[in-house]
């Protein structure tokens, strides 16, 4: 059993709680950090849009992280956090595997799922030749037909961003209809639209083909699309007292209206892209250890302003 009172338990091993873990190692901070390793981006592979890093994998980015992470008092458990909770003025955290965890600070950067659209095939695909983020992933596929399916959401403002990489752009609205504006901004972006509706898609040996209701079928280089995302606050539940995240308040620290309770990551209230993440993770590490020192010796750093609403 592990009894010590770790200073900040971080969930969460993506660039959020690497990078916050860094910034706590750095201040002499003894931190245990807990990852399920099942981070958003796995699917991909390979990480863009990070210097140093572009084009590095997802495993080596994270293998790196830990190495560098050694030199400082870093503990780190591949497990799944299944609840997190304060009692007493102290964090207490369980995992499946490992028991459980006391800490005075929790550094909560456990990321958000994507949520593909229930449609045959695209979940095989994601990530191979179904995108999200034109920044992401685009260059790689410059130059090919895109298809963008603008079936669950208007899509048309991603369409019209991927004209950058990408002359030969189809909409595929699957039977949505779509209204004035949507259709005006298409227009104008030079993007047509396919209205039929979809059945399924299926790996193609130019990227993806969509298998129309009707039988017929089309291949595209590349499908892009937007997803709704589902915050991974389940272990949080019961501390929150409130039906979400969202509606606990942060500061740009990633500090939240509850204490002993930050937030970094997908999670938090930057863009979502791994450097924004690394970057909160960092700003999250810096408010932790300046809130430690504020407890250890009361009067010596101004209170921060209360955090207010979120997003
Ligand atoms: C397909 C795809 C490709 C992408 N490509 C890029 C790209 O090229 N460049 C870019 O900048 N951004 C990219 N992104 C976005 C990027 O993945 C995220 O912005 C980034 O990973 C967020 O970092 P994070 O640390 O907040 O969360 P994550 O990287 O998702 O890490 C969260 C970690 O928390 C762990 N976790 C969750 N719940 C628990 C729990 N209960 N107990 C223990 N651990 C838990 C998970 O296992 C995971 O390892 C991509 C996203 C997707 C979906």
């Known amino acids: 059993m592990d ?13 959020a709680g690497l990078n916050g873990a860094l910034y706590l190692g750095r201040s002499r901070r003894r931190v245990l950090l807990i990852d399920s390793g099942d981070a958003r981006n796995m699917a991909a592979g390979v990480m863009h849009n990070v210097l140093t890093n572009d084009g590095a994998t997802i495993a080596d980015f994270r293998a790196r992280s830990r190495a560098e992470l050694a030199a400082y008092d870093v503990t780190f458990r591949d497990d799944e956090v299944t609840s997190a909770g304060c009692d007493g003025g102290r964090v207490v955290v369980t995992t499946k595997e490992s028991g459980t965890f006391h800490a005075r600070t929790l550094l909560y950067a456990a990321g958000v799922r994507s949520v593909l659209p229930a449609v045959p095939g695209l979940a095989d695909l994601w990530g191979r030749a179904v995108f999200e983020c034109p920044y992401c992933h685009a260059w790689e596929m410059r130059a090919r037909s895109f298809a963008v399916y603008g079936g669950n959401v208007p899509s048309e403002c991603l369409a019209a961003t991927l004209t950058v990489w990408s002359e030969d752009i189809t909409y595929l609205s699957d039977r949505r209809v779509l209204p004035r504006d949507e259709r005006d901004r298409l227009v104008a972006a030079g993007v047509p639209v396919v209205a039929d509706g979809i059945s399924a898609f299926k790996p193609h040996s130019e990227g993806v083909e969509v298998i129309f209701e009707d039988g017929r079928s089309a291949a595209f280089g590349a499908l892009f699309l937007h997803l709704d995302i589902e915050p991974r606050v389940d272990p949080l539940r019961p501390w929150l007292q409130a039906p979400d995240l969202e509606s606990v308040q942060t500061d740009e620290r990633g500090r939240t209206s509850l204490p002993r309770l930050y937030v ?27 809130d430690l020192i504020r407890e250890d010796r009361p009067g010596s750093l101004p209170e921060p302003p209360p955090p207010r609403p979120a997003r």
């Open 264 to 290: 970094a990551g997908d999670l938090g209230r930057n863009m979502q892209q791994a450097a924004m993440a690394a970057a909160s993770g960092g700003l999250a590490g810096m408010a932790i250890n300046a």
């Open 3 to 15: 009894t010590q009172l770790y200073d900040t338990v971080i969930v969460g091993g993506g660039p």
